[in-house]
């Protein structure tokens, strides 16, 4: 009996809930630390000492150097995005209304989502990387030592500087994706210019682009602090950069996905 009692296929089930509840557990754990660091982040921005030239340098970096990714991967996107509505609405012979689709889909949608995940490769897996190497090399440490809390000099000019700067970026990817859609629709489906833009104006609305900002307000908060918390709890060296880094970006992505669906809803519902 007792060897029928302990069989391991008996204990299965009782594993696999010990199992599913500690990964739960360590979910709920990882998500109350996460909450807890951006309220410190929050605490921070609005305390002094305010670090300006750092604050600036980290627009500079954020927004100037990405631009030339951006305005490239928006042209792409919203070309790519114009031929396939554009094939879609040749079959019902509407292929005015690509500009005006493509448009609302780029301001409620695509342009927050698109541009915080090419930010997100760019900057955030740099600031993820860099701050993960001054906590290996023990510089954090020593910024302790010296009274200076890592969140003020570290996290805050980043967060700030992401929260500025990305929705601007959101926009410049509106507006060069509906650049990129005109061109798709002029050259290869002859749309007329004046009609491509009436299309425009009539469907694409004022609260559509501030969706689309509002959403990458957000995500822009979510990247920062994801990213410089995974690289405040690096170790091991250098093989602890590359995970804290692979890790930041991952868990980036994840989160403004999930986001998204959240935001998504509340404004369909609004």
Same mark, same amino acid.
């Given at each position: 009996?007792?060897?029928?009692?302990?069989?391991?296929?008996?204990?299965?089930?009782?594993?696999?809930?010990?199992?599913?509840?500690?990964?739960?557990?360590?979910?709920?754990?990882?998500?109350?630390?996460?909450?807890?660091?951006?309220?410190?982040?929050?605490?921070?921005?609005?305390?002094?000492?305010?670090?300006?030239?750092?604050?600036?340098?980290?627009?500079?970096?954020?927004?100037?150097?990405?631009?030339?990714?951006?305005?490239?991967?928006?042209?792409?996107?919203?070309?790519?995005?114009?031929?396939?509505?554009?094939?879609?609405?040749?079959?019902?012979?509407?292929?005015?209304?690509?500009?005006?689709?493509?448009?609302?889909?780029?301001?409620?949608?695509?342009?927050?989502?698109?541009?915080?995940?090419?930010?997100?490769?760019?900057?955030?897996?740099?600031?993820?990387?860099?701050?993960?190497?001054?906590?290996?090399?023990?510089?954090?440490?020593?910024?302790?030592?010296?009274?200076?809390?890592?969140?003020?000099?570290?996290?805050?000019?980043?967060?700030?500087?992401?929260?500025?700067?990305?929705?601007?970026?959101?926009?410049?990817?509106? *507006?060069?994706?509906?650049?990129?859609?005109?061109?798709?629709?002029?050259?290869?489906?002859?749309?007329?210019?004046?009609? *491509?833009?009436?299309?425009?104006?009539?469907?694409?609305?004022?609260?559509?682009?501030?969706?689309?900002?509002?959403?990458?307000?957000?995500?822009?908060?979510?990247?920062?602090?994801?990213?410089?918390?995974?690289?405040?709890?690096?170790?091991?060296?250098?093989?602890?950069?590359?995970?804290?880094?692979?890790?930041?970006?991952?868990?980036?992505?994840?989160?403004?996905?999930?986001?998204?669906?959240?935001?998504?809803?509340?404004?369909?519902?609004?």
């Amino acid at each position: 009996m007792n060897e029928v009692a302990h069989h391991p296929l008996l204990n299965l089930p009782y594993r696999l809930v010990a199992a599913v509840g500690s990964l739960i557990l360590r979910y709920l754990r990882g998500g109350i630390q996460f909450i807890e660091f951006l309220k410190e982040i929050l605490v921070w921005s609005i305390k002094p000492p305010y670090r300006w030239s750092l604050l600036l340098s980290q627009m500079e970096y954020i927004g100037n150097q990405s631009l030339n990714i951006l305005i490239g991967g928006g042209i792409a996107v919203g070309a790519v995005f114009g031929l396939q509505i554009g094939a879609i609405f040749r079959v019902f012979s509407a292929e005015s209304m690509m500009g005006a689709v493509t448009g609302k889909a780029l301001c409620q949608e695509i342009a927050p989502l698109v541009t915080t995940i090419l930010i997100t490769g760019r900057a955030g897996a740099a600031m993820a990387a860099e701050i993960a190497t001054m906590r290996v090399n023990e510089q954090v440490d020593a910024m302790e030592a010296m009274a200076v809390d890592p969140i003020s000099y570290l996290v805050v000019p980043r967060f700030i500087a992401s929260l500025v700067i990305l929705p601007l970026l959101c926009a410049v990817f509106i *507006f060069v994706g509906v650049i990129g859609s005109y061109i798709a629709g002029h050259f290869l489906f002859n749309i007329d210019e004046g009609m *491509f833009m009436q299309k425009i104006t009539t469907l694409v609305e004022t609260k559509d682009i501030w969706r689309g900002i509002s959403k990458a307000f957000a995500f822009s908060g979510l990247m920062t602090a994801i990213c410089c918390r995974s690289g405040l709890r690096a170790s091991g060296g250098a093989k602890g950069v590359g995970i804290a880094t692979t890790n930041a970006v991952v868990s980036t992505l994840l989160a403004i996905l999930a986001v998204d669906v959240v935001i998504t809803y509340f404004q369909v519902i609004w």
